[in-house]
């Protein structure tokens, strides 16, 4: 179960087409340069319209990809220094090298407190090390800043299963999914819990 924590780990700009000639200068007003620069979708941007098209993907390897692309997103940060503590971070991981992982995530939230993935690496470090009291916090702070991080969902429903408060793991397996159907692991999970359950409250 504790590698789904670990693991878990943009639909285009719509513009009208007109046909030549089909409205008059005098209509359309001051022509548009052709050298004018072309706006880019902000990054929240790019993550609403993924995650909305996450939802209505049927083909699991370009979901796969979405799926790829938000935790990419969401690992961005806007600072140089951020960025080189969790490349620090994710290496100690890699290596089991828990308190110093921990250590590089304490610098990092202190940094920049709404940086997402500095409190959901810090959950994943703390779920890995059994402390869920402490891993259930980080993930509260996750989902206070992006409440669609699908990733610290299914980490809360696993922290909920082990310590056996099935109604929680459930409620938070059925966000995750409703968030990313393709959660295939949670939704096995969710499958059997919902079955070893299914006669506790007649």
Same mark, same amino acid.
């Given at each position: 179960?504790?590698?789904?924590?670990?693991?878990?780990?943009?639909?285009?700009?719509?513009?009208?087409?007109?046909?030549?000639?089909?409205?008059?200068?005098?209509?359309?007003?001051?022509?548009?340069?052709?050298?004018?620069?072309?706006?880019?979708?902000?990054? #929240? /941007?790019? &993550?609403?319209?993924?995650?909305?098209? =996450?939802?209505? +993907?049927? !083909?699991? *390897? @370009? #979901? /796969?990809? &979405?799926?790829?692309?938000?935790?990419? =997103?969401?690992? +961005?940060? !806007?600072? *140089? @220094?951020? /960025?080189?503590?969790?490349?620090?971070?994710?290496?100690?991981?890699?290596?089991?090298?828990?308190?110093?992982?921990?250590?590089?995530?304490?610098?990092?939230?202190?940094?920049?407190?709404?940086?997402?993935?500095?409190?959901?690496?810090?959950?994943?470090?703390?779920?890995?090390?059994?402390?869920?009291?402490?891993?259930?916090?980080?993930?509260?702070?996750?989902?206070?800043?992006?409440?669609?991080?699908?990733?610290?969902?299914?980490?809360?429903?696993?922290?909920?299963?082990?310590?056996?408060?099935?109604?929680?793991?459930?409620?938070?397996?059925?966000?995750?999914?409703?968030?990313?159907?393709?959660?295939?692991?949670?939704?096995?999970?969710?499958?059997?819990?919902?079955?070893?359950?299914?006669?506790?409250?007649?």
């Amino acid at each position: 179960m504790r590698g789904v924590l670990v693991v878990l780990i943009a639909s285009a700009l719509a513009i009208p087409v007109v046909e030549a000639g089909a409205v008059s200068a005098e209509e359309t007003g001051p022509s548009v340069s052709a050298d004018a620069p072309v706006i880019e979708p902000s990054r #929240a /941007d790019r &993550i609403d319209a993924l995650l909305a098209s =996450l939802r209505t +993907e049927t !083909d699991p *390897d @370009t #979901a /796969d990809e &979405i799926e790829n692309d938000i935790l990419g =997103l969401w690992l +961005e940060s !806007d600072s *140089d @220094t951020i /960025d080189v503590l969790m490349q620090w971070t994710l290496k100690a991981m890699e290596q089991k090298q828990y308190p110093r992982a921990l250590d590089f995530l304490d610098r990092i939230i202190l940094l920049d407190p709404a940086y997402i993935e500095g409190w959901n690496k810090r959950a994943t470090v703390y779920f890995l090390l059994d402390d869920y009291g402490k891993s259930i916090g980080d993930i509260g702070k996750v989902l206070e800043l992006e409440p669609r991080h699908f990733g610290a969902l299914s980490g809360l429903g696993i922290i909920m299963r082990a310590i056996g408060d099935d109604e929680r793991a459930k409620a938070a397996f059925r966000a995750a999914l409703d968030i990313d159907p393709h959660l295939q692991n949670i939704r096995d999970e969710l499958d059997d819990l919902e079955a070893t359950t299914s006669g506790q409250d007649i």
